[in-house]
Nanobody, 119 residues
Framework: QVRLVESGGGSVQAGGSLRLSCAASTFTSCMGWFRQAPGEVREGVATIETMGRTRYADSVKGRFTISRDNAKNTLYLQMNNLKPEDTAMYYC????????????????WGKGTLVTISP
């Protein structure tokens, strides 16, 4: 399994920005960000493959950008124009192979970083 450690969460007002980072013990071909709001199921936010192909949830398209630094084994999520509904615990995840269109099959997970957006 891959060890993943997230950082960068915090509390900001709506309209603000945050950048999440995920330090990985090793990079895999598919890396992604997921989130879970209180009382909700975990959902896929964005994924990125080794060659840079990305996928985003409709709710974050145009506001969030996923990127990876293969030399540093670090995954990022730049979040702009944040909304109260983005409040959640954000998790970094990894899997070998291609990313799934339904965000399934991730087999390594970090412990999460909390993002809180106030109105």
């Amino acid at each position: 399994q891959v060890r993943l450690v997230e950082s960068g969460g915090g509390s900001v007002q709506a309209g603000g920005s945050l950048r999440l980072s995920c330090a990985a013990s090793t990079f895999t071909s598919c890396m992604g960000w997921f989130r879970q709001a209180p009382g909700e199921v975990r959902e896929g936010v964005a994924t990125i493959e080794t060659m840079g192909r990305t996928r985003y949830a409709d709710s974050v398209k145009g506001r969030f950008t996923i990127s990876r630094d293969n030399a540093k084994n670090t995954l990022y999520l730049q979040m702009n124009n944040l909304k109260p509904e983005d409040t959640a615990m954000y998790y970094c995840a990894a899997k070998y192979g291609s990313c799934s269109s339904d965000y399934s099959g991730m087999d390594s997970w970090g412990k999460g970083t909390l993002v809180t957006i106030s109105p």
